[in-house]
């Protein structure tokens, strides 16, 4: 992993987003990038879903999440945004968009934060990767219970759940 620092998270100011059904692929991009500025890098359905909420919307249903592929493709294609795809425990298919980190060039492809207003479940994978990694070179011989215990206290969480214990388990099979 490149460069790795540590901040702490800071959600975008929402504002008023284009109407995602009628929006321009320049309305699609700004709106979006104007997201990633400040929460990048970024699970791409945490993307859509940001921008959906500051538009209006309540839902991104199955077609609308194609829309927003299809922008952030042009997006990648225009070298506007950058993608890494992740081997996420939660993904639904290969191409699930669960799985695509979305950032702006200019931004690291990892950066450690505090879990800010996100969920555990829209943590990037090489974000928690990262994490483990410095709790591992911290304590060599740390054993798997208490790498949870370490990336749950490092995001403020109690309860190892279902889906922190899936997700947790595939960054050590990937990653390691």
Sequence with gaps: MSKLTHSLFTPWPERSTADPRRATQAQFMHGMMEVLKFEGPMQALSLFQTYGKASGLLKITAPMRRRF????????????VLIEREDDSELKGEDDSVGWIMRLPDQ???TVRDLGNRSFAEIPMSELAALVLEIRSQDELIGRDGIFRAVLDHYGLQKLTALVRRRLDKVLEVYF
């Excluded at 592929?69 to 506007?80: N, S, T, Y």
């Design 69 to 80: 592929e299809h922008a952030l493709k042009k997006g990648i294609d225009a070298g506007q």
């Design 108 to 110: 690291d492809p990892v």
